[in-house]
């Protein structure tokens, strides 16, 4: 399939909602925007950097239990950031990763933008089965 990557721009909800409110001002809005996310449909869901999560203010919101390639461990779980991709968004929790790593954007995020890798072009690509539209199934 190749590397593929893409831009996404995570921003903590919490602010979000605050700033429409009006107790925050939108400029005040942390969001961190990453020009290189690794589209992973190994991993399950939005992975970031330790460093990215405190940039964003994340809180804890608990553990999961994990299996990698390294075997079995726990992770911590924050949330939640609207992540936007090409013009989509979406509301989603966030798996901390150590800072070596890069943003893994996996199958939970993906599933919700509806999107899929195009592994012929080494890219991202709304889902095809939609006619590339941005459409949610309910059944």
């Known amino acids: ?16 909602w605050n700033a429409k409110q009006g107790s925050l001002p939108p400029e005040q809005v ?8 690794l ?12 460093h990215l999560i405190s940039q964003l203010g ?9 299996t ?6 726990e992770v911590d ?6 992540l936007t991709i090409m013009g989509r968004d979406c509301a989603m929790d ?9 943003v893994l954007i996996g199958q939970l995020p993906l599933e919700a933008l509806d999107f899929v890798v195009d592994p012929k072009g080494q890219k991202l690509i709304g889902n095809p089965a939609h006619g590339g539209e941005f459409i949610i199934e309910m059944y």
């Open 39 to 50: 589209v992973d449909t190994g991993s399950f869901y939005l992975c970031l950097p330790t």
């Open 68 to 73: 990698t390639t390294l075997g079995s461990g």
């Open 1 to 16: 399939m190749g590397r593929v990557t893409t831009e996404a721009i995570m921003e903590n909800v919490v602010d979000l």
């Open 77 to 82: 779980i924050y949330g939640t950031v609207r």
């Open 94 to 102: 966030v798996m901390e990763l150590p800072d070596k790593l890069p």
């Open 30 to 37: 942390r969001r961190v925007t990453v020009a290189d996310a």
């Open 58 to 66: 994340l809180m804890k919101q608990g553990r999961r239990h994990v």
